[in-house]
């Protein structure tokens, strides 16, 4: 499991990226103390760190020049600044990518995965999500239930993604549709519930009946 | 401004300050015509006389109007190089141009002042300004993730809410950044289509709240050379306006090689002809402001703005009803942009 270090000031920001990279299958911790930044670092000997830009005291600049002197760690910089100077102040200083706030937390995880398998050559493994003896495997866009497999189309797949991770949850026609979209799937309505009902033909075909709920006017639930 | 219109009023304003020496030169003339007569001189001794006084005479009036012409034309020629040539005003010969003098080193100075002082509270405003635009960010950053562990109707009302400070934020920090410093333009190869499909990532929920469509129709590998935050930005205020006044329908995002155009249209309510011409203005807003209260115009202010920079051409094609589409021409290969 990769260990990831947070230097963020903001504590819902730190909380809420710490919460969603546990949730991709990382090992976080959260900076507290920032005069002793490096304590933490070599405590935890992360094998990446997310450095926010602006920090009490000394800026992540510095930081990110401290953690060069001793390591070659990947070094994500978290930033409001969004200018190209940032940027490539920031590079010059040996970070190796930037995001710029407000940032989505799926972009973020992109990001995250991309920076360590470059580092370390292997991406780390995407958790395999299970309910109800149901197997969903994202980055192969399989499903797997008792012994038996399918295939997902790739809006299947996010779809199902989707309800997996936020089981017991209504999830909202609208957040999924938005999740497609964000993967350059433009559909509409009509497509939605066309896929819906594929993906849940598909899920009857491997014998987990009933996986899908549909909640009237709610969304879908998995059951 | 021709030789011909100020020689003329200057000759007679020169004749007119003059006045007062050409009345006494009628006066002794007059005064030395009586005595003349009275003392029964002959006539054209008289007129000899007066013939040999006009010579000088005639011959310092033309030299005192050359040299007045040539002053009045030297000042004059100084307004150009305002206000540092003001060191180079003619020596003063009468008082008044002394005085007068005077007046201008003491209103150049106070000007400097005043320039120091406005730029000095300017760079204070821009900086407090980015400032802000940066603090901004951490709390619509946090309160975005807050918002993303939510997923009903409330939730997603204040995303959409959320989302539009953020642009705004956005705007003014780009507002800011566009005259202060033009070296942040940085030009390389732009994926157009990756450009378009990063911003439908970030339109996406917007899309989905209105019901809207997207078509994207601009081939993979179609690179431009341009800044791709600018170009983002410049693009990403057309596709905003597009979702903002369109109701039914949806948007399309295509690219047509043979103008090197990209084409953002929609089926929204338009623009009317009046309006159309002025759209690009600041703070402009028109009949759809009008409609729309959320309109500033500031957003194709700035993104007329970002394409001139960029060399881009934009314009926007509209008929009320009918929908708008907005054109970006991209410069030639090779053509010299900033």
């Known amino acids: 499991m990769y260990r990831l270090l947070i230097v963020e000031d903001d504590p819902i920001i730190a909380g809420a990226v710490a919460d969603s990279l546990r949730g991709w299958g990382y090992e976080t911790r959260i900076v507290t103390d920032f005069e002793q930044v490096m304590r933490d670092f070599a405590d935890f000997d992360p094998q990446m760190v997310l450095l926010d830009l602006k920090l009490p005291r000394y800026g992540g600049f510095h930081w990110c020049r401290e953690i060069r002197r001793i390591s070659t760690v990947p070094i994500l910089f978290l930033t409001s600044a969004g200018d190209n100077l940032t940027a490539v102040t920031a590079m010059n200083m040996?970070?190796?990518d930037l995001i710029a706030k407000p940032f989505d937390l799926g972009v973020l995880a992109a990001k995250v995965e991309a920076l360590l398998r470059r580092a370390y050559g292997f991406a780390p493994a995407t958790p395999v999500h299970e309910h109800r003896g149901l197997l969903h495997n994202p980055a192969e866009a399989t499903?797997?239930?008792?012994?038996?497999?399918?295939?997902l189309t790739r809006n299947e797949n996010r779809i199902l993604q989707t309800l997996m991770e936020h089981r017991g949850q209504v999830v909202s026609r609208e957040l999924?549709?938005?999740?497609?979209?964000?993967?350059?799937?433009y559909i509409d309505e009509n497509t939605l519930t066309v896929n819906v009902a594929r993906l849940r033909r598909k899920l009857d075909g491997l014998g987990a009946q009933d996986y899908i709920q549909t909640r009237k006017g709610e969304g879908y639930l998995l059951g | 401004m021709s030789k011909q219109s100020t020689d003329k009023p200057l000759f007679l304003f020169w004749l007119r300050s003059r006045a007062m020496a050409l009345v006494l030169l009628l006066c002794c003339t007059l005064i030395f015509a009586l005595v003349l007569w009275a003392y029964r001189v002959a006539w054209h001794a008289a007129a000899y006389a007066g013939l040999l006084c006009l010579l000088p005479l005639a011959l310092v009036f033309v030299v005192d109007y050359l040299r007045s012409r040539a002053r009045y034309r030297a000042i004059l020629h100084l307004e150009e190089g305002?206000?540092?040539?003001?060191?180079?005003l003619p020596v003063p010969i009468e008082p008044g141009e002394q005085a007068a003098g005077r007046l201008l080193t003491a209103m150049e100075a106070l000007y400097r002042r005043r320039v120091t002082s406005d730029d000095q509270r300017y760079r204070q405003m821009t900086d407090y300004y980015t400032l802000w635009g940066h603090q901004i960010k951490t709390p619509i950053a946090a309160m975005r993730l807050l918002l993303a562990q939510e997923d009903n109707r409330m939730?997603?009302?204040?995303s959409g809410e959320l989302f539009k400070i953020e642009q705004y934020a956005e705007m003014a920090l780009h507002y800011m950044r566009l005259d202060s410093q033009a070296s942040d333009f940085v030009f390389a190869p732009c994926d157009l289509q990756e450009v378009c499909a990063r911003l439908a990532r970030k339109f996406a929920a917007m899309f989905v709240a209105k019901g809207l469509s997207l078509q994207i129709d601009v081939p993979k590998g179609t690179v431009q050379r341009s800044d791709e935050k600018w170009l983002s930005l410049a693009l990403e205020?057309?596709?905003?306006?597009?979702i903002k006044y369109t109701a039914k329908g949806g948007v399309r995002i295509a690219w047509a090689a043979d103008t090197r155009t990209l084409t953002v249209s929609d089926t929204g309510i338009g623009i009317s002809p009046q309006d159309l011409p002025r759209v690009f203005e600041q703070g402009f807003t028109g009949y759809n402001g009008r409609v729309d209260r959320e309109s500033t115009g500031i957003g194709l202010f700035l993104c007329r703005e970002v394409c001139r920079r960029l060399g881009i051409g934009v314009r926007l094609d509209a008929q009320p009803g009918q929908g708008t589409q907005a054109m970006l021409r991209f410069p030639p290969e090779g053509a010299d942009v900033e």
């Open chain 1, 94 to 96: 040996g970070a190796d």
């Open chain 1, 143 to 151: 499903a797997h239930y008792a012994g038996e497999q399918a295939a």
């Open chain 1, 176 to 185: 999924l549709m938005t999740r497609l979209w964000e993967t350059d799937s």
């Open chain 2, 82 to 88: 305002l206000p540092e040539s003001l060191t180079y």
């Open chain 2, 155 to 158: 939730a997603r009302q204040l």
């Open chain 2, 237 to 242: 205020q057309l596709l905003s306006n597009a």
